[in-house]
DNA sequence: CTGTTAGCGCATTCAT
DNA sequence: ATGAATGCGCTAACAG
């Protein structure tokens, strides 16, 4: 059942050298401080007791336990599991182990994590979560921990970070709608205290000024969370002023599928009396009616990126933090169409 | 920047006492062995130097990690991040850490994951991952690793399983429409040389036996993988067949999705021409057009009880494996309704 | 109740 | 090219 582990001082044994050979020659980077033959014979001790390295004894020697924290919100939240994914592959392309954990944005279950992280002696974090104001983060990045944030970034640029180009995310949004002969072009925003939400809505701003409209007041809403029903209250506020708008840009997918929600309410349908764009290009929006049109991220692509970024601070130790902008792109479906003219 | 951590011999020699009084006073299980007002003292000198202890090299002294391999087939199906949640919440109370990790049902990087995971040393494994014919796991298990299985069990009962009573999901689908008056049912069947796939598919003929329904050939047709365009080429092949079915029930929410392709092509509707049952529930299925009734499985229970079961073992060596089978239930929604009469 | 001693498995000096 | 010695940080067994 249970057998002592083998362990590398079995393995010496049986190839008749001392364990510091064994180690030497088990180690692609050392086995070149081996003889070829004396090499060959430890490698094959150890196939034949089928050694498995102990990596926390290596750990605990060399400092280093190639293993990495991930923070994530809720994978639940299906932006976040390609993330996640793309992550996993880049690390594991390097022999890094992701710990992966879940915050629900809460600053004190994200603090804990931090620090059993910590404790279990992690090389680096990469972290998505999200919040603006409290920050158990700065004080892990203060302390020299490696650290990649995603979606999010420190004011002074002192942490590398990886993020969409919300701006431009959004600015795709509007000049869709605008080119479609949109002009009461409404938002309906994310919370302001969360990164990606504030972003989008300075960006709605700007592409609207950049496009020569006007943002009236009443055309743009603030929800308190990334929610349908959160979605659906802001449309509503939206849709209750006149005259009506005629397209809107949501923060976000769900706030999308809250809009959906507010316009039958209404009797209003999509595109016909208003066309909507979300934010997220989520899996399966493609089959809500009307399919959505939305920004996609590159999800993936910015999973690996701050693999990269992580795995190059491990690396070499003086690589100075940095700051990716990915770009977005607009996938058109059902949901947008030029605005009805009045018969 | 980085200065040297903190080590329990730095908090001794402040609190005035030998390393291991320390160690004694700092955790819970001995404290009781040490001195009230010495322990309060280790205790201020620890928080005085804020002092974290190192797992790694706890872990390599007490030959335990705390830290549990949780295989999981892709995250990106949402299907697992409930119950993975479900398993990293049960697992966090009880002081363990999981290292989760996609398989993608692929031996080969089961296999991967599988022994860094063990090379790391952890305690034991959740997988979730459905293979029928290879499988690493066995190794695993017969080397006496603790295991549980989620959503499958091994043939012999010899280790842990919990899985959701699939026959029963599948009776309940098959009973709701047979009780709004379906006779000509059809069942889009899942892969067969996965566990659930095969189970629904046995379950589709017991519930149909079990009412006294005749289970025609043609209107069982299998998919080659849980994706919605298979979904639509059985569905296809299902529709074809004289007299048409009236009710379909699919061995997953993805193949139901894929019925509602095939329907549409066909130019036939749904409720209204056929009926359609999904299984699982998945996010946002309610938002399709029609809703999908769907058989709903406990996803985050699943989780807390195979961190349960792991946990028992974990505690107790002596813990025998158990099975457990938890119930699913349905979830009517707008796609099912009586068969049209003719008028 | 506390100190002493020892060693988990490994990688890295330093000798030879 | 290999062996010997040492210690990473911690806890368990044994004294006292």
Redesign the interface.
């Known amino acids: 059942?249970?057998?002592p582990p083998v362990t590398l001082k079995d393995v010496a044994a049986l190839a008749r050298v001392h364990p510091a050979t064994a180690s030497r020659a088990l180690n692609p980077e050392t086995r070149l401080l081996v003889r070829e033959d004396t090499a060959q014979r430890v490698l094959e001790a150890a196939a034949e007791l089928g050694y498995?390295?102990?990596?926390?004894?290596r750990?605990?020697r060399t400092r280093r336990?190639h293993?990495v924290g991930v923070l994530i919100p809720?994978?639940?939240n299906?932006l976040f599991?390609?993330i996640?994914?793309g992550i996993?592959d880049r690390l594991g392309e390097a022999g890094y182990?992701?710990?992966?954990?879940?915050t629900d944005n809460d600053a004190d279950r994200e603090r804990r994590h931090i620090?059993?992280m910590?404790?279990?002696?992690v090389d680096g974090l990469i972290a998505a979560t999200a919040r603006l104001d409290v920050d158990p983060l700065a004080e892990a990045a203060a302390?020299?921990t490696p650290i990649v944030l995603v979606n999010r970034s420190f004011e002074d640029g002192s942490v590398s970070a990886v993020t969409v180009d919300d701006r431009q995310g959004i600015s795709l949004a509007v000049s869709h709608v605008a080119g479609l002969g949109h002009r009461r072009i409404g938002h309906v925003a994310g919370p302001q205290n969360v990164s990606t939400g504030h972003r989008r809505y300075l960006g709605f701003l700007e592409a609207m000024d950049a496009l020569g409209l006007d943002v009236e007041l009443e055309y743009v809403s603030f929800s308190a969370a990334f929610t349908e029903t959160e979605g659906a209250t802001a449309c509503a506020a939206v849709l209750a002023h006149r005259p009506r708008v005629t397209a809107i840009v949501a923060a976000n997918d769900r706030l999308a599928?809250g809009c959906y929600d507010a316009l039958a309410a209404e009797g209003l349908s999509c595109p016909e009396d208003v066309s909507i764009v979300g934010f997220n290009d989520?899996?399966?929006i493609d089959?809500?009616?009307p399919p959505l049109t939305s920004v996609r991220v590159p999800q993936r692509e910015i999973g690996t990126t701050a693999a990269e970024l992580l795995l190059a601070q491990l690396t070499d130790a003086s690589e100075p933090p940095r700051e990716l902008l990915l770009e977005p792109s607009l996938v058109v479906r059902a949901s947008t169409a030029p605005p009805a003219t009045p018969p």
Chains 1, 2 share one sequence.
Request: hydrophobic share 40%.
């Open positions: 059942m249970a057998d498995r390295p102990n990596t926390v004894a750990s605990l336990s293993s809720d994978l639940n299906p599991p390609p996640v994914r996993e182990t992701p710990l992966i954990v879940n620090e059993t910590l404790a279990r002696q302390a020299g599928m989520m899996p399966f089959r809500l009616r």
